[in-house]
C-alpha cells in the first residue's frame, strides 16, 4: 500500500534494501494487482533495464555518434516505446544500485510521463536513512529492512559409490581420474540437469571441476544439447558475452529465441569470478549473466530496446572458492539461481591413488614397461610429498612475484611426462629413474616460479625429499646428470629422409 500511494504522487519512486528482501515481489505483486482491478482496456507491464550489464551507459541512456546523429539507448528506446501506448502503463525500473545509474539521471533530468522505479540492491549493506540523502529528482522512497533468510542446513545424504581402481583417461591435454568425489558431483549434476536447475561447481583449484562438466556434457543423453563455452578472464566483458549468445541462438517465433533445432542450450562458463571488480563493485559481465538469468533474455544489440526471450537455456558455471585470499567472491543475486556443488581438495589416501595412477597409465601407454613395484610407489610417495609441501611452502598469495603461483596436479603430471619418454632398458635402473625424477620435478617447478627465495626453498625442498624417499642417491650430491633425449629427432630425420 506504501508503494500504491507513493505512485499515485510521483512519478518516479526508489524501492531500496539489500538483497533477497522482496522488491521485485513487491513491485510484481503491485502491477498484478493493478492489472485486475483496472479496466480490460487499460494494461499495466513492467520494462526492466539492468546498468550494471553493460560495459558503458551509452548503451542504456543513447549517445550521440560521430555523425552528430542521435543513437538510442535501451532505456531511451523503451521509453519512447511506452509514451507511444494511450492505454498502457509502463513501469520502467531500473535494477541497479543507486550510486550507479543515479549519477546520470542526476545530470540529465526527464519528466516522465510514465511510472519509473530505482530499485536499489546493495550488497555492503549500504543504508539510505532520510529522504534529504536522495537525489533531487527522487519523488518518493520506500526501504525494506533485513528479511529472514532461509536455513542453510540441508539433510544430509551419502551417494554410494562403488570401489576398486579409479577409471584413468589419459589423452593429450586431460588427465582426469575418478574417485569418490568426482563421481558424487556427477551423480548430483545428472539429478539437477533431469529439472533443468543450473549448476555451478566450486573448489580449489585442480580439483577436477572443468574436466567433470565436460564428461557431464559428453553423456549420451546430452545429445539434444548445444553446448557453448566461456572461459572468463580479468578482463571479459558483457559485450562479448552477448556476441557469443547471439551467436548461438536462432530464431523460432515472434520475440522467442533458442538453439537450433530445437535443442537446449547449455552455456559453460568457466573461471566465472575472475572478472574485474567494476567501480561500482560489481562484476559487470556476471551482472549480464545474472539479468540473462533473472529476466530469461536479452535486449539486441543492434537494435536498441528488442527484446529477446531465449528458451530452453541452461547455465552451468565453475569457478574457486571465494574463500581463498587471491579469489573474488560472486553477487548472492547471481549465487541463487545455481545449485552450488563443492569440488573438495583430495585426501591424501585420493591423491596418492590419483597420482598412483596417472603415473600407470603414462608408463604403460603405447605398450611401453611399467616401473618395479617399490621405485614406482617411491616416486609416488614422493610426488605426494612434493605437491603438498609446495601448496604450503609455494602458497598463492598476493606477495609480488607469487600471484600466479598455482601448483596442483597438473604439476605432477607434467613431472610424469618427462618419465614416460624414458626407454625400457632405462627403467630397469632404479637410480637413473630417480635422478630423472629429480631432474624433472626441479625443471616443472623451477620454471614457474621467479623469486630467488623460492628457488631456494624448491631446493631445500627436493633435498629433503630425496633423503626420505632415495636414500641411494646420496653418492649423486656432488654430479647432478643431464638428461637429453635424442630419439624424436632421429625418428623425425628418418622418416623424412625416407620421403625424400
Not at 525494506?144 to 533468510?149: D, F, I, M, R, S
Not at 611399467?370 to 617411491?378: D, T
Not at 618427462?418 to 630397469?428: A, C, K
Request: glycine share 6%; hydrophobic share 35%.
Amino acid at each position: 500500500m506504501q508503494l500504491y500511494n507513493l505512485s499515485q504522487t510521483y512519478s518516479t519512486l526508489i524501492v531500496a534494501g539489500p538483497s533477497a528482501v522482496g522488491k521485485s515481489a513487491l513491485l510484481s505483486t503491485l502491477i498484478n494487482t493493478l492489472s485486475y482491478q483496472t479496466p480490460a482496456a487499460h494494461i499495466h507491464k513492467i520494462v526492466r533495464v539492468n546498468p550494471l550489464s553493460v560495459d558503458s551507459l551509452d548503451r542504456i541512456f543513447g549517445h550521440i555518434n560521430q555523425n552528430g546523429e542521435w543513437v538510442d539507448g535501451i532505456f531511451t528506446a523503451a521509453w519512447k516505446k511506452a509514451n507511444n501506448f494511450r492505454n498502457t502503463s509502463t513501469w520502467l525500473v531500473m535494477d541497479s544500485p543507486l550510486h550507479r545509474a543515479t549519477p546520470y539521471l542526476h545530470d540529465n533530468p526527464i519528466s516522465p510521463r510514465q511510472p519509473y522505479i530505482l530499485m536499489d540492491h546493495d550488497n555492503r549493506d549500504r543504508r539510505i536513512k532520510s529522504s534529504e540523502q536522495l537525489p533531487q529528482f527522487v519523488g518518493g522512497h520506500v526501504a525494506l529492512g533485513n528479511a529472514t533468510k532461509p536455513p542453510t542446513h540441508a539433510p544430509k545424504w551419502r551417494q554410494n559409490v562403488h570401489g576398486g581402481i579409479p577409471e584413468v583417461m589419459v589423452e593429450q591435454l586431460d588427465h582426469f581420474v575418478e574417485n569418490i568425489d568426482t563421481t558424487r558431483t556427477y551423480y548430483l549434476m545428472h539429478l539437477a540437469s533431469i529439472t533443468n536447475q543450473n549448476i555451478l561447481l566450486t573448489g580449489p583449484p585442480a580439483t577436477g571441476k572443468t574436466n567433470i562438466v565436460n564428461r557431464f556434457l559428453r553423456a549420451p543423453d546430452k545429445v539434444n544439447y548445444v553446448t557453448k563455452t566461456l572461459v572468463f578472464c580479468e578482463n571479459t566483458k558483457p559485450t562479448l558475452f552477448q556476441e557469443v549468445v547471439e551467436h548461438t541462438i536462432v530464431h523460432r517465433q515472434g520475440n522467442n529465441y533458442g538453439a537450433r533445432q530445437g535443442k537446449r542450450l547449455c552455456l559453460f562458463v568457466d573461471d566465472m569470478n575472475v572478472l574485474k571488480t567494476h567501480e561500482s563493485g560489481t562484476q559487470i559481465t556476471n551482472e549480464y549473466l545474472r539479468s540473462l538469468l533473472d529476466m530469461g533474455g536479452i535486449y539486441d544489440n543492434e537494435k536498441a530496446g528488442k527484446w529477446k526471450v531465449i528458451k530452453d537455456m541452461t547455465v552451468i558455471g565453475a569457478m574457486r572458492n571465494p574463500t581463498q585470499g587471491t579469489e573474488k567472491s560472486v553477487a548472492a543475486r547471481l549465487l541463487r539461481h545455481f545449485m552450488v556443488f563443492n569440488v573438495p581438495t583430495p585426501t591424501p589416501q585420493t591423491l596418492y591413488q590419483t597420482i598412483d595412477s596417472i603415473l600407470q597409465a603414462l608408463l604403460v601407454r603405447e605398450g611401453g614397461a611399467g616401473l618395479e613395484q617399490a621405485l614406482h610407489n617411491s616416486i609416488v610417495k614422493a610426488s605426494c610429498d612434493l605437491l603438498s609441501s609446495l601448496q604450503i611452502v609455494l602458497q598463492q598469495n598476493t606477495v609480488p612475484g607469487r600471484y600466479h603461483y598455482c601448483f596442483n596436479v597438473t604439476t605432477v603430471v607434467n613431472i610424469a611426462k618427462g618419465i614416460q619418454r624414458t626407454s625400457d632398458s632405462m627403467r630397469n635402473s632404479p637410480t637413473m629413474m630417480q635422478l630423472l625424477w629429480l631432474h624433472e620435478a626441479e625443471r616443472v617447478v623451477s620454471d614457474a616460479i621467479c623469486r630467488p627465495d623460492d628457488t631456494q626453498a624448491l631446493t631445500k625442498l627436493l633435498g629433503e625429499i630425496t633423503v626420505k624417499y632415495f636414500k641411494e642417491l646420496s653418492m649423486y650430491e656432488h654430479a647432478k646428470p643431464y638428461f637429453v633425449t635424442f630419439d624424436e629427432y632421429q625418428d623425425t630425420s628418418r622418416q623424412l629422409h625416407r620421403q625424400g
